[in-house]
T-cell receptor
Framework: EAQVTQNPRYLITVTGKKLTVTCSQNMNHEYMSWYRQDPGLGLRQIYYSMNVEVTDKGDVPEGYKVSRKEKRNFPLILESPSPNQTSLYFC????????????FGPGTRLTVT | QQQVKQSPQSLIVQKGGISIINCAYENTAFDYFPWYQQFPGKGPALLIAIRPDVSEKKEGRFTISFNKSAKQFSLHIMDSQPGDSATYFCAASGGKSSGDKLTFGTGTRLAVRP
């Protein structure tokens, strides 16, 4: 089954404790992206990657890091989480040049206290 | 800055009625305009998409109307059903020249009453 998986689905952590949210896709997509979803703000892009070892900032990259060492994986790293990073996070992927058709993961609900 | 403006924020429609959600954009370089549907606890999923050289696209009960001169597009859901209750996002794709960026509207929460 073609899918994007994210882990964990739910996470409660404390300020400053480093965490990683994993994302994996099995569709051989070149393009991968991370979004955060907040009420009234829609989906905002954090980082994206157009291929292995190629990453770039989206609209709200502050406080986040990513890496793309393999085509299928695109982890999101919060080195020192803060309460304003409490949000619902989605990973998505698509073929390059077809970003209008992105496949989203099930989401990760993060709470930072 | 908000490049894709979506309204209304929420919408309540009776079963069998027509749901209409509107979006406006500013960047004329956008090359695709998709709509995504999101059910509670799930990720968004592509519902229907249109290119700017087409004025209307219909898939079943879902229709996109596109007005290039006004830089507006809308989603019409005909014969709305309770199962259509979800959050809908319009979006605009910038193509490879913009890093394949997909810019989303702020979302519309639709509730269809039985």
């Amino acid at each position: 089954e073609a899918q994007v998986t994210q882990n964990p689905r739910y996470l409660i952590t404390v300020t400053g404790k480093k965490l990683t949210v994993t994302c994996s896709q099995n569709m051989n997509h070149e393009y991968m992206s991370w979004y955060r979803q907040d009420p009234g703000l829609g989906l905002r892009q954090i980082y994206y990657s157009m291929n292995v070892e190629v990453t770039d900032k989206g609209d709200v990259p502050e406080g986040y890091k990513v890496s793309r060492k393999e085509k299928r994986n695109f982890p999101l790293i919060l080195e020192s989480p803060s309460p304003n990073q409490t949000s619902l996070y989605f990973c998505a992927s698509s073929f390059l040049g077809s970003s209008y058709e992105q496949y989203f993961g099930p989401g990760t609900r993060l709470t930072v206290t | 800055q908000q490049q894709v403006k979506q309204s209304p924020q929420s919408l309540i429609v009776q079963k069998g009625g027509i749901s209409i959600i509107n979006c406006a954009y500013e960047n004329t370089a956008f090359d695709y305009f998709p709509w995504y549907q999101q059910f509670p606890g799930k990720g968004p999923a592509l519902l229907i998409a249109i290119r700017p050289d087409v004025s209307e696209k219909k898939e079943g009960r879902f229709t996109i109307s596109f007005n290039k001169s006004a830089k507006q597009f809308s989603l019409h859901i005909m014969d709305s059903q309770p199962g259509d209750s979800a959050t809908y996002f319009c979006a605009a794709s910038g193509g490879k020249s913009s890093g394949d960026k997909l810019t989303f509207g702020t979302g519309t929460r639709l509730a269809v009453r039985p």
